[in-house]
């Protein structure tokens, strides 16, 4: 009887545990909505909501998923990081992107940001130079059942032309200048959102025109570089 009443509160304390544990992870993820996407001037509910339903925790490693919810980029290796939300949110917001958008982005990382835009487009092409990276964000995908993410191993610089022409493309790695490519790759109208520089970077959104593009500063940004091969 005292092993039956002994094994029966373990069993509570473990459930309480999980509760608890639980109940911690959905508020950190809410505090990091509230705090570091909504408190910073998102405004787009679309793009709060993709925040919301897409975890950063599946595309973290294990032994950082206690992190995942920090204001922070964080390590996926390789030399490469995945972003901090806010910029997450802040470039795709950038993007204007819509159910019906094909989107391009270049530097697939771990798959974070091309699942934030899968949540709010049509068809998402995203290009990984470092082939481990690529796959290892194509089982990502797979996992998480998105059908509407198409990865290629290659370089950034080239884009996709035949997938071309895009309303959007992101770049989440930073080039010296603005790739000259990339933009023959937009719609008239179409948003390039990149951080352009080499110590001192800066994000640009350019949008092209009938007659050209026009290019807006968005805000001071720290990536990494991108690099071809």
Known sequence: MQILLLSIIVIALLNNNFVINNGMKKDNAQQMLNEQIIARGIKDSNVI???????????????????????????IGYGQTISQPYIVA???????????????EIGTGSGYQAAILAELSKDVFTIEIIEPLGEQAKKTFNMLEYNNIYVRIGD????????????????????????????????????????????????????????????????????????ND
Do not use: C
């Not at 930073?174 to 110590?199: C, D, S, T």
């Not at 001192?200 to 990536?223: A, W």
């Open 49 to 75: 909501k993709a925040m919301s339903d897409v975890s950063r925790k599946d595309f973290i490693s294990h032994e950082l998923r206690q992190r995942a919810y920090e204001d922070s980029p964080l390590p």
């Open 90 to 104: 802040f470039m795709t917001e950038a993007a204007m992107v819509d159910k019906n958008s094909k989107v391009l």
């Open 156 to 227: 950034g610089y080239e884009g996709w032309p035949e997938e071309s022409p895009f309303d959007a493309i992101i770049v989440t790695a930073a080039p010296k200048e603005i790739p000259k490519e990339l933009v023959k790759q937009l719609k008239v109208g179409g948003r390039l959102i990149v951080p352009v520089g080499e110590y001192s970077q800066e994000l640009l959104r350019i949008i092209r025109t009938k007659d050209g593009t026009k290019k807006e500063n968005l805000l001071p940004v720290r990536f990494v570089p991108m690099v």
